[in-house]
């Protein structure tokens, strides 16, 4: 597994606190082009985003995935109705003739069609792709209209909470190999959290719209959450203090077991179902040895419509500055759940296939990963070029054309510069600032003695070799480095 | 550089001859479900995409680019001059409140935008991303309104066609790498083509409209692009057949030699600028010993308003069955050419950037190895899993979730039955159906003796080993094999 560079404790306190600011002014500055909310990955962004994706899909391809890919847009009437408050945020397409087109918003419904379309009853397919949302002008809070999304799902009918084990597991694995810290991953269960608003009084049709306020939790006090569903959504205020005793409980299996025993809860079936799965669950999670990182959250609630099971958030936490201060949540970097109806939507008859997934906020990691290379000052090389091919002579383009050829021909990463009479120092500076390790230099002399320089740009050291010797002498010392 | 497999002679003219025919029913079916005109990639055609992909994308970083990523759409004012009579193929975002939005339809427009945003003078770039055109009901031709561009491009003032000359090579290395048989890139320049059009009597303000009908001559007879150019862009009959004497003519150096004495495209000041380029660029490309490849083609067009200079396109060649046939045209698989004027535009002061590169057409190189893979029976596994960890034995969950969480904590790609009692027999079968090489086998009687057996799916021996040492024992079968 490729390593990322660990970051002392000290400079990850500075850096979390960093990212509960707004970013700073050139991430703003990158955006600035871009009104529409996008923007560009430049080549130093590139190398750190492919780095971080080959951790994400080693590991989706360790637990037997297989990759899948789906068309950026979908029809407009498959992505409408599984997105609850969030539907507005779809972006459409202009009607041109045919049928109407939405860009997808995820890469869940895409992958519930694509198994119903071709009557699939069980896959384990991860995705990376865009995605795309007009959320308003959160761009200053680092959110972006155009994001990349990692996803992992088995679908098929399985015994219960084992594939739920295993996406658990993933989100251990990913974010423990990226080094980012400490993390934990709140898990709920959507039964438990219906059981609960029936079991506080909340009326069937106002569960969707109290389970959106609940899902802001993470972002507002509980007395704001509380005043929405109130003020806005009509609820009674005692039904919503109800809720709020069980909202406010985090634990372990330990908690699990307790619900079990509360008077109320333990008389509503869903609740049950939930609580028993969560139970076996956790039995799991610990054959997999990961239960430190589990927390059972009642207030997690994940906003989409679609869960119908076990729903899993991960958080970074923030390395305390001092001892007796709490871990601060940083924001979520995964999250999914059990969506066992989904399929079936897009099934003619109506048939169901059970599906569990996970979805790697990459995006947030990109962010804190650059942030972190950039403390650590660590310089990325945007190409990997192994070799230039410099001439001190004017007038000498062919013989260098000719070396070049022979260095592409074997498989050598090189360059040169596209000029007649280049000047030798400024080739060497070019060498020393682009990071590439070798130097081939040709000259009349050397062409003359049939031989080539290698020069190492680390040491400064010339060698004269043979000029037939060169690509064998090259990928000696390649193969070394 | 992988190598993807050759094909006999035969049987790449039985395949060449089905790519000039509609694609087969599978392919059809395949789209029946996107009316939209876009399609799903199937796990196993994922495998054969990242395959190709990774030849492109390493002789890309084996000539020193770096990488880039893009936007999916860009501001709709950003693309609409730049495409010609293919700017009705562009898709608009729906106006839903701010900025009025478009899809790429290619990746060159974006890579200028974000050259002259950034107000970089040079930058060597490669791009791997998706495109869109709304072309009409071309799916039956195999022509999607979804699909994967990679482009290579330098940008820079540099001295003349030394990057154009590394552009026609990276092709050569491509094409020769994915194996795709014989090929020939043809090469013209659009200042020769203005200058025939200028000798020829062609009105200036005609020239663009020419110029499109010129480049269906790959697909037309050379009387249907006349009757166009006669009847429906309004040219005099004697001037098109002026056109007709000059577009039919292609062949090496000795064709510049032989324009250079032309009576009357000798007078023609671009004309000569252009010769004067080709044969230099022949120079290049004979040191880089490719000149076998290139073929000097003054049909050759171009559909893209933005060339400025030299433009190339790659054909594959079909093997003839009979040696006295002549080895036919089944389609571009590669294109580009020099673009001076492109950034400037989207400059505020108008600041030139000169830039050349190129586009491999990966969809027909999916289609073409996917069909030879086919041909040639060849089992694509979606998947790369190593190791199946199977029980013989029911309710023995706990002992196989231990295990295999080992063996993915040590890197191990493996995967397990998400049943608490899955029937040994079909473990197997699913190994042989899906090429997983080992199975790891625990029951009761393993144990109790503190073993494990590890079982070869192609040999079907099975040697027990201590249950400590199954990682180290994994490790050594996968590292020789």
Known sequence: MPQLGLLPKRAWAALFSQLLRPPPSACTQAVRGHSQGTRDFSPQQMVVREKILDVVVSCFKRHGAQGLDTPAFELKEMLTENYGENSGLIYDLKDQGGELLSLRYDLTVPFARYLAMNKLKKMKRYHVGKVWRRESPAIVQGRYREFC?????????????????????????????????????????RRIIDGVFAVCGVPESKFRVICSSIDKLDKMPWTDVRHEMVTKKGLAPEVADRIGDYVQCHGGVSLVEQLFQDPRLSQNKQALEGLRDLKLLFEYLTLFGITDKISFDLSLARGLDY???????????????????????????????????????????????????????????????????????????????????A???????????????????????????????????????????????????????????????????????????????????????????
């Not at 924001?331 to 079936?344: F, H, K, M, Q």
């Not at 400024?426 to 230099?441: A, D, K």
């Not at 040491?459 to 010392?477: H, M, N, Y």
């Open 307 to 389: 869960y119908t099971g076990v729903i899993y958030e991960a958080v970074l936490l923030q390395t305390p500055a001092q001892a007796e201060e709490e871990p601060l949540n940083v924001g979520s970097v995964a999250a999914g759940g059990r969506y066992d109806e989904l399929v079936a939507m897009f099934d003619p008859k109506g048939h169901k296939v059970p599906c569990v997934g996970l979805s790697i906020g990459v995006e947030r990691i990109f962010y804190i990963v650059e942030q972190r290379m950039k403390a650590l000052g660590e310089k990325i090389r945007a190409t990997e070029t192994q070799v230039f091919v």
């Open 391 to 481: 001439t001190p002579q004017k007038n000498f383009l062919q013989e260098r054309l000719k070396l070049i050829a022979e260095l592409w021909d074997a498989g050598i990463k090189a360059e040169m510069p596209y000029k007649n009479n280049p000047k030798l120092l400024s080739q060497l500076h070019y060498c020393e600032n682009t990071g590439i390790p070798l130097v081939v230099i040709i000259g009349e002399q050397e062409l003359k003695e049939g031989v080539v320089k290698i020069r190492s740009v680390a040491s400064r050291g010339e060698v004269a070799v043979k000029r037939e010797d060169l690509v064998t002498e090259i990928q000696k010392r390649l193969s070394e480095s």
């Open 149 to 189: 999304q990692c996803d992992f799902d088995i679908a098929g009918q399985f015994d219960p909470m084992i594939p739920d084990a295993e996406c658990l597991k993933i989100i251990c694995e990913i974010l423990s190999g990226l080094q980012l810290g400490n993390f934990l991953i709140k898990v709920n269960d």
